[in-house]
């Protein structure tokens, strides 16, 4: 049904569905920030076909020849954000906002136990951004559901408090899942990093899966 709602969307641009909107204008409640790469949103793969066409399209565009592993994860709907150490200290947090500009929401993301304020980690790069998911666990909405639409709205709302004691009362959670090229550190593949990012004391998707092809997913 997404998929077709979303179809629909694309062909039809004068018609949005409730929820459909991934980023948004920047509040003036906080500061606007200029994301150091822009941040773009994540496509959903909703069967076998979509990612039998993402990876055709990749491996044409890629000059690909040969086959290669993939890293594969379930896509949780919460709220994206970035985080920035500097030094191993995390010194801003933004939201997506419109993909170019977030919002400073440093405050709010502090309240959230899964994210690291300092990195214990002697390999970090002096300037280290990480970004990934805000969101709230099934058990967890189930306390709160009579004053949201659902999770992914109560993420956005709760991140968007200029209060953050507000926000603290929120169960929120954080898992890290990208980068960019201002950490100045490579790693072999995505599996490669996400290691990483545990090492650094980040959660990411458990059920995070390298595969060798697309038949692995069924």
Not at 27 to 46: P, W
Not at 88 to 117: H, W, Y
Request: proline letters at 3%; one cysteine or more.
């Amino acid at each position: 049904m997404k998929k077709e709602l979303l179809e629909f969307e694309e062909k039809n641009n004068k018609y949005k569905f409730v929820g459909s909107k991934v980023g948004y204008t920047p509040s003036k409640k906080f500061s606007k920030v200029k994301h150091l790469e822009k941040m773009l949103s994540l496509d959903n793969a909703f069967d076998l076909n979509d990612v039998k066409i993402f990876k055709n399209k990749n491996y044409l565009n890629f000059d690909i020849q040969k086959e290669i592993t993939l890293n594969a994860e379930p896509k949780i709907d919460g709220i994206s954000a970035s985080l920035i150490y500097k030094n191993k200290s995390l010194i801003q947090g933004l939201s997506r906002g419109d993909g170019d500009f977030g919002e400073d929401i440093t405050e709010n993301l502090l309240t959230i136990k899964e994210i690291p304020k300092i990195i214990d980690n002697q390999d970090l790069p002096v300037y280290f951004e990480v970004r990934g998911e805000v969101y709230i666990g099934k058990k967890d909405f189930q306390k709160i559901k009579d004053n949201f639409a659902n999770p992914r709205n109560a993420a956005a709302g709760s991140l968007r408090q200029k209060d953050s004691n507000n926000t603290a009362k929120i169960p929120l959670k954080f898992f890290a899942y990208g980068t960019t090229q201002v950490n100045q550190k490579n790693f072999t593949n995505q599996s490669e990093f996400l290691n990483y990012l545990n090492q650094c004391g980040f959660k990411t998707n458990e059920l995070s899966k390298t595969i060798n092809n697309i038949e692995e997913l069924e």
